[in-house]
């Protein structure tokens, strides 16, 4: 296939927020990106962009884009793929329509889910007259039988192939970058296991990608002139098998030789529970993430460089991949991360405490104030937005601990998701098993429980001034659902009653400076 062959003039360059020069249009479009909340969407929307295109995003929550950079140069949509409402709206007047969502869900009928959703989605970008429609899915052999969600993937871009709208669907293997699933995977596996006893899988053959050069192909998609409707392998040119992968990371990353031993076993279910227990992925993810890796994930053709050529530079092989991804960590600039991968089509909101919805519900609660001398709302709130992760709860971390490995036992987040950075946090953030669901600075924090419980929970911090200084107030919500919601809160409550006050305390002494703030 030639290559397009429109205004080969020397674009501009601009730099993507991690200092990435992106290279401008040559001819800018209205782009619509679904699933700008979710890993690759929330970085594709910025280098967008940043190449020249007037951006529009559809998500089904909006406040969830509140806080982050480029919010204020897009312009964002309410979107409900699950029964299209607003879809016919964000796709008016749109050259280039980007599908990134995807259900990481686990329901029997998901794969009906995820193509009743793509079939809504043509329809409504033909009737729209868009010109183009990009979409990322996963390698996969051929004729082969493929995992669940594999097949999901694969059926849903030829759902989208298949109509009126030219498609461009691109296929990628494992994807390196500071925050993704697969990253975190293989460095959990590697910082925990020097001995890894692994299933027959790690012998299986993959190609990597580093998450900047599936962006670039994606933001490249839409530079592309002539008709094009068909699905690319898309891969660094480095093949690997995962043992390789997992002991190049430990060298990359400068620990101690890590020894993989591959088992005559594949036992998909059993290792994706086994990698959920040793990373900070919930079984939901691991699962299908292990039962992925059953087949080669290699590239069968480069076809696609007739079509969009290598990056300038040339693509990024695994070793550098690696130390790109462990710097952006360091440097505390991870835009997006994995627990935002589970994209739109699984983004089901919980009403906030205070919404009609609980009204004649019992509601238990545990409040908690003090008044914190001489300090300010905006000195105290660093120590609030800085909560969870490696600063800890501030009480009891042996509780903690033991409700967190609790929670991760029966398939929760755990308290080893941790945070996207250190000390900032946004709408949508994970906090370890929480989510941050209302941001306020300087005033409020409001965190929605994500572990396994009969009911709903929330967090919430609040701050105010005062002449004796900032007071402090802490509030804990249940909601419970049935009776093992109520017995849940009976067998917890007990002991709320010496984290809750040592939290107060403990908070009010760090925000103070007091030297041995925490309770050890």
């Not at 501009?12 to 700008?36: F, M, Q, Y």
């Amino acid at each position: 296939m030639n290559r397009p062959t429109a205004n080969r003039s020397t674009p501009k360059r601009s730099k993507a927020p991690d200092g990435e020069v992106i290279r401008k249009s040559r001819t800018p479009r209205r782009v619509l990106v679904l699933g700008a909340t979710g890993y690759i969407g929330g970085r594709l929307a910025p280098r967008l962009l940043q190449a020249g295109h007037e951006v529009r995003v559809g998500v089904r929550r909006p406040a969830k884009l509140e806080q982050v950079p480029w919010a204020g140069e897009v312009d964002v949509r309410t979107v409900d793929l699950d029964t299209g409402r607003g879809l016919s709206e964000s796709l008016n007047g749109i050259d280039t329509a980007y599908y990134l969502v995807h259900s990481m869900g686990s329901g029997g009928d998901f794969e009906a889910h995820e193509a009743d959703a793509a079939k809504r989605f043509v329809r409504a970008a033909a009737s729209a007259g868009v010109r183009r429609i990009v979409y990322l899915g996963g390698l996969h052999p051929e004729e082969r039988e493929l995992s669940k969600h594999m097949r999901s993937r694969a059926n849903v871009g030829r759902i989208l192939l298949d109509s009126e709208v030219d498609a461009i669907v691109f296929n990628a293997g494992i994807i390196i970058g500071s925050g993704s699933a697969s990253f975190e995977m293989i460095r959990h596996l590697a910082l925990t296991l020097r001995w890894m006893p692994a299933p027959d899988w790690v012998a299986n053959r993959v190609e990597p990608l580093s998450v900047r050069d599936a962006l670039h192909y994606l933001v490249s998609a839409a530079d592309v002139d002539e008709p094009v409707n068909r699905s690319f392998d898309i891969g660094s040119r480095q093949i690997l098998t995962y043992a390789e992968v997992m002991r190049t990371f430990a060298k990359v990353a400068g620990l101690k030789p890590r020894h993989v031993i591959a088992l005559p076993l594949p036992a998909p279910t059993l290792s994706g529970i086994w990698v959920g227990l040793v990373t900070p992925l919930p079984f939901s993810l691991t699962l299908p993430l292990v039962q992925s890796l059953q087949e080669d994930a290699v590239a069968s053709s480069h076809e696609v460089d007739d079509v969009i050529p290598p990056p300038e530079t040339g693509l990024i092989g695994f070793d550098d991949a690696v130390r790109l991804a462990l710097r952006r960590e360091v440097e505390g600039a991870v835009d997006t991360n994995w627990v935002a991968d589970a994209g739109e089509l699984d983004e089901a909101a919980q009403p906030l405490p205070n919404d009609p919805e609980w009204a004649g519900r019992r509601v238990f609660t545990d409040e908690r104030s003090t008044v914190i001398p001489g300090v300010t709302a905006a000195e105290v709130w660093p120590v609030i937005e800085g909560i969870g992760g490696p600063n800890g709860w501030y009480s009891w971390p042996w509780a903690w601990k033991v409700r967190g490995v609790w929670d991760k036992a029966v398939g929760g987040a755990g308290l080893n998701r941790g945070r996207r950075v250190p000390d900032t946090l946004r709408i949508g953030d994970p906090v370890d098993w929480w989510r941050v669901e209302g941001l306020e600075r300087n005033s409020r924090l409001l965190l929605r429980a994500e572990m396994k419980v009969s009911g709903h929970a929330w967090l919430e911090f609040t701050l105010t001034e005062s002449a004796e200084g900032c007071e402090y107030h802490q509030k804990a919500t249940f909601i419970p659902t049935g009776a093992r919601g109520h017995i849940y809160w009976a067998l917890v409550a007990p002991f709320h009653r010496f984290i809750f006050p040592a939290m107060v305390k403990n908070i009010a002494a760090e925000a103070a400076g007091e030297d041995g703030a925490r309770v050890k």
